[in-house]
């Protein structure tokens, strides 16, 4: 038995339009999610909170110490993020800054890991004081927005893969801040993942950290 079924051209007509809506939708969509429009604001940190968080060796078994201990007399740049601020180590060695660096988690060997490319102390910040006043994440935006796949592109050439367990969608940040009470003089907050701070401007805001008499 031969069937032979006859599509009326208007129809395909009609299927070729609803394909062509459709395409301008997602194209639509991509690029409105590669604008800052749907990015949640950060707000601004207070140095005050930041100093009473608690904090904890992923060294050591020592107790938790209060955060405001490590700029205290020398200041800090501190990364509550994945950023390649290794290479300042030097220069704030030779300022006597400390280069520090607050996770959110210590699940498995996922700090192992990421010891290689950081060569300043990791301390775990399991209430993420550091991440912010308002806890910002990036969860399905993040799919669609070009620059997270570079960054993503870029840390795997590099060698660093982390791993699937454990938390993965709250977005960091930077903060260099100043001894006694010379407070925050540089936050920067992720605005997708893998977005890094400048590196001029913290060594900009290293330069403006006044030494303290002790």
């Known amino acids: 038995i031969n069937v032979c079924v006859c599509v009326p051209p208007v129809f395909l007509q009609d299927l070729e339009g609803v394909y062509v809506v459709c395409v301008c939708v997602v194209a639509a969509s991509v690029l409105l999610a590669n604008t800052d429009l749907f990015l949640t604001r950060a707000d ?28 205290k007399r020398t200041g800090a740049v501190i990364l509550a993020e994945a950023s390649e601020l290794s290479s300042l180590k030097a220069q704030l060695d030779v300022s006597g800054v400390s280069l520090v660096a607050v996770v959110k988690e210590n699940i498995g060997s996922e700090i192992q890991h990421f010891r290689p490319y ?20 990036m969860r399905h ?51 997708e993942f893998g977005d890094k701070a400048d590196l001029s401007a913290v060594r900009k805001a290293v330069s403006r950290i006044q030494k303290t008499e002790n």
């Open 44 to 71: 601004r940190a207070d140095v005050d909170s930041l100093a009473r968080a608690d904090l904890r060796s992923t060294s050591t078994d020592e107790q938790s110490f209060k955060a405001g201990s490590l700029w």
């Open 118 to 137: 950081f060569t300043g102390e990791i301390f775990l910040d399991q209430k993420m004081i550091f991440y912010g006043p308002t806890r910002r994440m």
């Open 141 to 191: 935006l993040g799919i669609a927005r070009f620059g997270v796949w570079m960054n993503i592109l870029q840390v795997w050439r590099k060698g660093y893969h982390g791993n699937r367990k454990g938390e993965g969608f709250v977005l960091g940040g930077l903060y260099v801040i100043g001894p006694e009470n010379q407070g925050i003089l540089l936050e920067h907050h992720e605005k």
